[in-house]
């Protein structure tokens, strides 16, 4: 099974600065045959259910505003809001989707500073 | 507007069985794989179980194989997990989500998801 480590599990920014969570995996989640890396980032708002922001690593869900970015390759991937909001107080999770049993990384919760 | 309900959930003893269901509406179910998955009380997410869309293929996860069934009435545009000796750590909110259109095969990220369903197991 792929493991999935996030860091930090909690994480305070100032609105309008930037805030950065990294997501490491067990083993490669890049697929050699295709060049993708099966990999995606949600956010979770309390009382809501997760909502898909990236995929394929990198590549943004439609209607996510674009201060989100996913980037990496292999088994490191950080997701980066450039500027945060206070819309934007939640738990994030990544997954990866290489491995038939899909695992998710134990979250991080973000706050405002 | 594209949907997904859940219903089904509830308390149960240890042992028993439960019946979740998903409604879905808005897009064409019947081409899109499906999940179920959970996520105990102030817990992380746990992925359950997958279904293909036309449920050729089937995974779960090891702790619920062997006593949980994910199925699908494609004709009802719904999606059902029924949930045989239920245990406390089964316990959690139970979310149906549907495996994006961008997938490749089974291998994909969870693009919508319902509002969840409470699932108690306690005697």
């Known amino acids: 099974d792929i493991v999935m480590t996030q860091s930090p599990d909690s994480l305070a920014v100032s609105l309008g600065e930037r805030a950065t969570i990294n997501c490491k995996s067990s083993?490669?989640?890049?697929?050699?045959?295709?060049?993708?890396?099966?990999l995606a980032w949600y956010q979770q708002k309390p009382g809501q259910p997760p909502k898909l922001l990236i995929y394929?690593?990198?590549t943004r869900e439609s209607g996510v505003p674009d201060r989100f970015s996913g980037s990496g390759s292999g088994t490191d991937f950080t997701l980066t809001i450039s500027s945060l909001q206070a819309e934007d107080v939640a738990v994030y999770y990544c997954q990866q989707y290489y491995s038939t049993l899909y695992s998710f990384g134990q979250g991080t919760k973000l706050e405002i500073k | 507007e594209v949907q997904l309900v859940e219903s089904g959930g509830g308390l149960v003893q240890p042992g028993g069985s439960l019946r979740l269901s998903c409604a879905a509406s808005?897009?064409?179910?019947?081409?899109?794989?499906m999940n179920w998955v959970r996520q105990a009380p102030g817990k992380g997410l746990e992925w359950v179980s997958y279904i293909s869309s036309t449920s050729t293929t089937i995974y779960y996860a090891d702790s619920v194989k062997g006593r949980f069934t994910i199925s699908r009435d494609n004709a009802k545009n719904s999606l059902y997990l029924q949930m045989n000796s239920l245990r406390a750590e089964d316990t959690a909110v139970y979310y149906c989500a549907r495996l994006g259109a961008f997938s490749s095969g089974w291998r994909g990220a969870f693009d919508i998801w319902g509002q969840g369903t409470m699932v108690t197991v306690s005697s």
């Open positions: 394929w690593a990198s």
């Open positions: 808005g897009f064409i179910f019947s081409t899109y794989s």
């Open positions: 083993q490669s989640v890049l697929y050699s045959s295709n060049n993708k890396n099966y």
